[in-house]
């Protein structure tokens, strides 16, 4: 009887995820991926304890003087037997079961620990999740994470994408507005890809777009595929904020993306993700 309710769980909770009003048969496959699904979840509350983190940082190079301005702090999951768990596979359970926000605390620690020690034009990127807007705890962890680091709060800079403005707007504005006041950069992340890329703009006064790599491998490989890119070029120049290429991995790219206009570019060409 256990086992025959177990598994029309199972059912259900697929339903549900599909979108309700609707029924599933049971399948082993739903138990495997449930199971697959809970030993990861296992591992990653874990993970913190046992240090299996650890951050790399990819450089970012300003194509007016070719220097290197900061390092984007890119989350590492080093498994014992799983091996090296890429971000994408963990970090959206993560979000889900709540525990990006102590692990992000670590990441923005971290962050702020290694760049104390960067030549002091480098700055240090950070992405921050949605789950991480929803307490009140981001601004103070930011201010003690700048304070025990002795980080200039100038040289932070956080990135953020559109599913941070999702959702209760006038808070997360509001804890926007305050890491500003404090002299931190923030940053729209994977720009484009979102539903309304544009109107976010104008609700909050970003340092940076950040041009998201479909774009950048568009530009190659498409009939007009530099027009999003000159685009996003000559709305940020006129807006005032940096615009960042992300992912260009050819001097092909580079030189396209030099000739539209962008002021910066992130991507293997640089440099891939390495320790600090
Ligand atoms: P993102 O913030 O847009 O980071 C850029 C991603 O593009 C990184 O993937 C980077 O390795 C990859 N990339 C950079 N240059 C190139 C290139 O030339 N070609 C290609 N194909 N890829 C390039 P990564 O490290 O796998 O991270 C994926 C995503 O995971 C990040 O996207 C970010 O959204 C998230 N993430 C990573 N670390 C953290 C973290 O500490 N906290 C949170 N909340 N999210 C994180
Ligand atoms: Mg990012
Ligand atoms: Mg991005």
């Known amino acids: 009887m256990d086992r025959l309710l177990k598994c029309a769980d199972l059912a259900l909770y697929r339903a549900k995820l599909e979108g309700r009003g609707a029924f599933r048969f049971f399948e082993a496959e739903m138990d495997a991926r449930m199971q697959a699904r809970r030993r990861l979840e296992l591992d990653i509350r874990q993970a913190l304890g046992r240090r299996e983190f650890s951050l790399h940082y ?112 006038e808070r997360t504005l509001r804890t926007l507005h305050r890491l500003r006041a404090l002299g931190i950069r923030v940053s729209m992340d994977d720009f484009g890809t979102g539903y309304s890329s544009l109107s976010y703009l104008r609700s909050f006064p970003f340092d940076k777009i950040k041009i998201d790599r479909s774009f950048v491998a568009d530009i190659t490989q498409k009939p007009d595929g530099d027009a999003v890119i000159r685009a996003i070029a000559g709305l940020g120049r006129s807006l005032g904020m940096t615009t960042v290429a992300e992912g260009v991995e050819t001097e092909d790219q580079m030189r396209r993306i030099r000739a539209e206009g962008c002021t910066d570019v992130q991507g293997y060409l640089v440099s891939r993700p390495i320790p600090a």
């Open 58 to 169: 990819q450089p970012q190079l300003n194509l007016e003087n070719d220097r290197v301005t900061g390092c984007e702090a890119l989350l590492r999951w080093h498994h014992p037997e799983r091996g090296l768990v890429p971000p994408g596979e963990f970090i959206p359970l993560a979000e889900e079961i709540g525990l990006i926000v102590p692990i992000g605390e670590w990441v923005i620690r971290q962050a702020c620990r290694d760049a104390a020690t960067w030549p002091a034009a480098i700055t240090v990127a950070v992405n921050v999740s949605p789950a991480q807007f929803k307490g009140d705890r981001l601004v103070e962890v930011i201010v003690s994470a700048l304070a025990s680091s002795g980080l200039p709060a100038s040289r932070l800079e956080i990135e953020i994408t559109e599913g941070v403005l999702l959702q209760e707007n």
